[in-house]
C-alpha cells in the first residue's frame, strides 16, 4: 500500500539548534510536499519538489531548507530553529495529473523548539 | 494565485443528520481531494474527485469543473464524524487548501 512516512514523529529542539525533519514514500509519486500545520492559520506550503534534485520554495520558506536527494526522500532542515517554529510538520506526495489518484499524507511531525 | 474557499467554516448537527460542504476555488485544477482531519491528528483521504460524482459509503462528492466548485455530503451523520473537513487542489502542480469545515456531530 502506498505510504508517507515521516521521522521523528516528536522531537524537542532548543533555539538555535538544527533539526531535520525526513520523509520517505512508496508511491513513486514525482511531487513532495513539506507543510506546517498551526492553529488559526491552516496548512501553509514551506517547500516543494517535482523529482529528485529538485527543490521549490513554497509560501513561507524562510528559515527552511530542502533537500530531495532521490525519488523516495524529501527533507526539511531547520538550520537554525527558532520558537516561531514550533508547528506540526506534514509532509505529502501526489504526481498533480490529470487523472490522478490521490495524495498522500505522513502522519505529522510535532516540532518544539524551547 | 490558486484560492480555495469552503463554507461553512463551521456546522453543528444532531446525530443523523445530513452535511453539506462547499468548497469554491479559483483557477482550473487538475485534481481535488476531500481529507478528513481528527483534532490533533493527520489527513486522511476520503475522496478525490476531479470531476463528477463520486461515492463512498456515507460520503458523496460533486464537483462540477466548470463552475470550479465541489460539494462533500455526508448522509446520517455520526458522532465519529466530528473533526475538520479539508478540500485541496493540485494546479501547477502545487496543491492549495482550503481552510476547512470544523463539524461537530451531537449525540
Known amino acids: 500500500e502506498a505510504a508517507v512516512t515521516q521521522s521523528p514523529r516528536n522531537k524537542v529542539a532548543v533555539t538555535g539548534g538544527k533539526v531535520t525533519l525526513s520523509c520517505n514514500q512508496t508511491?513513486?509519486?514525482?511531487?513532495m510536499y513539506w507543510y506546517r500545520q498551526d492553529t488559526g492559520h491552516g496548512l501553509r506550503l514551506i517547500h516543494y519538489?517535482?523529482?529528485?534534485?529538485?527543490?521549490e520554495k513554497g509560501d513561507i520558506p524562510d528559515g527552511y531548507k530542502a533537500s530531495r536527494p532521490s525519488q523516495e526522500n524529501f527533507s526539511l532542515i531547520l538550520e537554525l530553529a527558532t520558537p516561531s517554529q514550533t508547528s506540526v510538520y506534514f509532509c505529502a506526495s501526489g504526481d498533480g495529473g490529470a487523472n490522478t489518484g490521490q495524495l498522500y499524507f505522513g502522519e505529522g511531525s510535532k516540532l518544539t523548539v524551547l | 494565485g490558486q484560492q480555495v474557499q469552503q463554507s461553512p467554516a463551521s456546522l453543528v448537527l444532531q446525530e443523523g443528520e445530513n452535511a453539506e460542504l462547499q468548497c469554491n476555488f479559483s483557477s482550473t485544477a487538475t485534481q481535488l481531494q476531500w481529507f478528513y482531519q481528527s483534532p490533533g491528528g493527520s489527513l486522511v483521504s476520503l475522496l478525490s474527485n476531479p470531476s463528477g460524482t463520486k461515492h463512498t459509503g456515507r460520503l458523496t462528492s460533486t464537483t462540477v469543473t466548470k463552475e470550479r466548485r465541489s460539494s462533500l455530503h455526508i448522509s446520517s451523520s455520526q458522532t465519529t464524524d466530528s473533526g475538520t473537513y479539508l478540500c485541496?487542489?493540485?494546479?501547477?502542480?502545487?496543491?492549495?487548501f482550503g481552510d476547512g469545515t470544523q463539524l461537530v456531530v451531537k449525540p
Open positions: 519538489s517535482y523529482g529528485a534534485g529538485s527543490t
Open positions: 485541496a487542489i493540485v494546479s501547477n502542480n502545487r496543491i492549495f
Open positions: 508511491n513513486n509519486h514525482n511531487n
